[in-house]
């Protein structure tokens, strides 16, 4: 007799992230790699940052604090909200994955655009749940008019990524707003802002203007990207004290480490140095996009801290071999649920130099 698993895995979907520096050495037979494939910042934690992991790790003999209230209490006073109504998570995927559970049964159904995030997928099939997937539209972004008209009784959770990964496409405030005015109160709906920061906004923080007015709204959002901080996996949700907690009934506790509490709540201290990031990391997308024009290659008007770019009748799988051969990796579109694109990630300008050359050369 052999073990047998739950009947769920056989409809779960399996989530690659992008390939890292030592397998695409050996991948590729190149000694010198460039990541530019999962979306991260070409550059390290902030040195006070890097001092409060030194700090906290001289107490890792520690459980730690099961409920992150230093990192709440910062993020409270950062975007002015209560700190009962934040969750921190190991990861903003571990939120997405324990709302799931918390709100869906058999019958329910979670909704989402597509393609999107590659992570939702999982999902529905793990939560029980049925997923229901509404097309990006022509230029790449969400259509909140399609989704509004797939919300029904069953709907527990729709969730938009704005920007949208892989596209780096992006909804205005008011369009967020006006999408929630239509969703019924039975329906949370979870904003996926992890490339937030990127986004050239009059007022950044709109999006959390709108949580008073609607107690079904959550804010998901991360240190991995702009703070540089995605090896030590912090992200958290703003919403309702409701939300926090049925989050937190069905995960495992202590599951954000004692280093991320610290890095996260050092990090929120230095607004200045993310400033500084995100003009450079603009200066780059203003950059690569007009040189990628230039090659004469669609691309989704992003504003996010990557392109993602339409081949046309090129091979992508070609492509991404090629740029790979060159030390250059990037993330195929085929896997995000876009065949005929490939997503690249801003690195520094020496790094998005490297890669337009390549790209050049197999064009």
């Keep these: 007799m052999t073990v047998r698993f739950a009947k769920k895995l056989e409809a779960l979907p399996h989530y690659e992230g992008g390939m890292d520096i030592d397998r695409a050495r050996r991948t590729y037979e190149a000694s010198d790699v460039i990541k530019l494939a999962s979306n991260e910042s070409p550059w390290g934690p902030h040195p006070a940052v890097l001092e409060a992991i030194r700090e906290a790790a001289i107490g890792s003999n520690r459980y730690p604090d099961q409920h992150a209230a230093r990192l709440r209490r910062r993020l ?34 979670i909704l989402y655009a597509w393609p999107s995030f590659s992570m939702y997928p999982q999902l529905a099939p793990l939560a029980g749940a049925r997923e229901i997937r509404v097309p990006l539209d022509d230029a790449y972004r969400h259509d909140l008019d ?15 990524c704005n920007p949208n990964n892989p596209t780096g496409t992006c909804l205005p405030p008011d369009a967020i707003a006006a999408f929630l005015d239509r969703v019924p109160d039975h329906v949370t709906v979870v904003v996926d802002e992890a490339y ?10 709109a999006t959390v203007d709108l949580l008073a007015e609607h107690p079904n709204l959550v804010l998901l959002r991360t240190f991995s990207k702009v703070y540089g901080l995605a090896g030590l996996r912090c992200g958290y949700a703003l919403g309702s004290a409701r939300f926090r907690g049925a989050v937190d009934a069905v995960r495992q506790p202590f599951s954000v480490n004692l ?93 998005n130099r490297r890669f337009l050359d390549a790209l050049a050369e197999l064009l």
């Design 76 to 109: 409270a006073d950062r975007f002015e909200v209560e700190p009962g109504g934040i969750a921190v998570a190991n990861g903003s995927c571990e939120i997405l994955l324990a709302a799931a559970l918390a709100l869906c049964e058999p019958g329910a159904e």
């Design 146 to 160: 399609a989704m509004a008209t797939e919300v029904t009784a069953a709907t527990r959770l729709v969730v938009v």
């Design 196 to 205: 937030v920061e990127m986004q050239v906004l009059d007022h950044p923080d």
């Design 259 to 351: 280093l991320a509490q610290a890095a996260g709540a050092e990090a929120l201290l230095h607004g200045d140095d993310v400033d500084s990031r995100v003009e450079r990391t603009i200066a780059e997308r203003v950059a690569v996009e007009e040189e990628l024009r230039g090659l004469g290659l669609r691309t989704a008007d992003t504003e996010a801290n990557f392109s993602w770019i339409d081949l046309g009748d090129r091979d992508e799988g070609e492509i991404v071999e090629g740029l790979g051969r060159r030390g250059v990796i990037v993330r195929a579109g085929t896997p995000l649920g876009g065949p005929g694109h490939v997503r690249v990630t801003y690195g520094t300008a020496a790094e």
